[in-house]
């Protein structure tokens, strides 16, 4: 099964991702985790995003798509993968579903966790305090929140045509929004 956790930054993507990940032997394929990996790995690649991630600026399609590609021989190895922050926009949404067509696969489920914007903005600026990601910063929140909505909330209607969302509130703790999760996997054939 291949699922895309969606929703806002903030909204609890990433927590969600990794108990799935526990509980049903996917893997977890976060492109924001992989690029600030190649951040602390000093690659070009990772040089080359450095600033596009400190402006709260999605950074070019070919290099996710790249990141994702590399991971997929894994994903298809264990129970499938979990999207987390990709695709993020229509055009990565047209390739990553080519992707897996070619490859014999679909994505089964989209999941969106809705959040309100003052609640993210509560998280993120205690997620700054806690952790210190320097994108978390209220200025660079704001523009990746504008960046969710201009170009990422978009893929809404593309995966509502396609009969695949599901939204879950995500406004709750972190156990109730689980369960919600749980109990729209529960819809899906196993
Ligand atoms: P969040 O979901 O909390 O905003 P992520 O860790 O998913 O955080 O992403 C952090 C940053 O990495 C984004 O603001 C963006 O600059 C970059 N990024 C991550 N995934 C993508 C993607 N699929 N396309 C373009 N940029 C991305």
């Known amino acids: 099964m291949n699922l895309i956790l969606f929703g806002p930054p903030g909204s609890g993507k990433g927590t969600q991702a990794k108990r799935l990940v526990a509980d049903r032997g996917m893997v977890q394929l976060s492109t924001g985790d992989m690029l600030r990996a190649a951040i602390a790995a000093g690659s070009p690649m990772g040089k080359q995003v450095e600033p596009i991630i400190a402006a709260g600026h999605l950074v070019p399609d070919a290099i996710v798509v790249g990141l994702i590609e590399e991971r997929?021989?894994?994903?298809?190895?264990?129970?499938?993968?979990?999207?987390?922050?990709?695709?993020?926009?229509?055009?990565?949404?047209e390739v990553l579903d080519a992707m897996l067509e070619a490859r014999?696969?679909?994505?089964?489920?989209?999941?969106?966790?809705?959040?309100?914007?003052?609640?993210?903005l509560g998280r993120i600026t205690e997620r700054f305090k806690e952790q210190g990601r320097p994108d978390d910063n209220p200025e660079t929140f704001k523009a990746r929140l504008g960046a969710y909505?201009?170009?990422?909330?978009?893929?809404?209607?593309?995966?509502?045509?396609?009969?695949?969302?599901v939204k879950v509130d995500g406004m709750g703790s972190i156990a109730e929004v689980a369960k919600a999760i749980d109990a729209?996997?529960?819809?899906m054939p196993a």
């Open 184 to 187: 729209a996997l529960e819809t």
């Open 104 to 120: 014999g696969g679909r994505i089964d489920l989209v999941v969106c966790l809705t959040v309100d914007d003052g609640e993210l």
């Open 149 to 165: 909505y201009a170009q990422t909330a978009p893929l809404l209607p593309y995966y509502e045509d396609q009969a695949k969302l």
């Open 72 to 93: 997929m021989p894994e994903a298809e190895a264990t129970g499938g993968a979990i999207f987390d922050g990709f695709p993020r926009n229509v055009a990565q949404a």
